[in-house]
């Protein structure tokens, strides 16, 4: 059995019946005709935010346990990481949050004019096809990938260099979460100045941290984490591995999603497609039965 989203809400249409049914629903209705674009649209856009969100929350997370992984291997299995531990905490709390929710709440895979006109694309939701047991693990295997990429580019960029262990894993970190922004940078359909703002903004409040937390604390040891970050900014090492990684670490993904959208495109796809053609979505409609079998498109009206 496939893994899938299920989500039971009440929908209750005001009428003269009384409010007691209306206050406990979950969305109340003025009209019967307001059921179609609260289905159709709404509907499908939860499910795909929904889905596609969890996938990410999995992505993420995966991503930063295998890197502190992978850094046990060389470390003795001692548990010792190679970050302070505020960026432990903060990683989920604030560095990756504000992006994913915001994507979450308005991310939208194709505009509600044609899920209006197409009725039949609210069944990808329906039959569970965006979150499936094959997405689960294949994300999961590309969040493995990635952590690999992040680990070893810059384990090979200090390869026998004079660097501590802070600068080292500092380089690592900032590599992973600009990784991951872009990661979700190029899993959205949708763009508004509060998706820049929160995926940018996430990666400057990152870097204000690093230097604020860096740059004002120190204490007695061997591993002090004073100026790190300040000095290791400084370095061509830790700029060529920040635009390395998420170069190299993010292939795979581009070239999945070019080669699905050309050759095997899903049904929503192929929409978003044919709404940029010359024959309008009506046209489709009225020649094939199901709005979902659309004509094979002509190269010249392609669009990825």
Known sequence: ??????????????????????????????????????????????????????????????????????????????????????????YNLVFTALPPMVAGIADQDISDDILMRSPKLYSQGRNAKTYTRLLFWLNIIDAVWQSLVMFYVSFLAYYDGDVGRLEFGT???????????????????????????????????????????????????????????????????????????????LVPRILAHVIREVYFPTPVQMARQVSGAVAPLDHIAAVHDDPLELPALQPSSTIL
């Open 1 to 90: 059995p496939e893994y899938s989203l299920t989500c039971c809400n009440f929908v209750c249409v005001q009428g003269n019946e009384g409010m007691q049914a209306v206050r406990a629903s979950d969305f109340k209705l003025g009209r019967f005709k307001f059921l179609k674009r609260l289905l159709l649209v709404h509907g499908h856009w939860c499910y795909d935010r929904l889905a596609n969100m969890i996938l990410f929350f999995f992505y993420k997370n995966a991503v930063f346990v295998f890197l502190l992984f992978w850094y046990q291997i060389y470390n003795g299995w001692s548990s010792i990481v190679p970050v302070e531990q505020f960026f432990l905490y903060l």
């Open 171 to 249: 380089t690592q970190n900032t590599a992973c979460v600009l990784t991951v922004l872009l990661h979700l940078a190029v899993e959205m359909h949708f763009w508004t100045w509060v998706h820049h703002f929160t995926i940018w903004g996430s990666l400057v409040v990152y870097f204000a941290w690093a230097l604020f937390y860096h740059g004002l604390f120190q204490y007695p040891g061997k591993d002090n984490a004073y100026w790190v970050m300040e000095h290791t900014i400084t370095t061509g090492r830790f700029w060529f591995c920040i635009i390395l990684t998420p170069a190299i670490a």
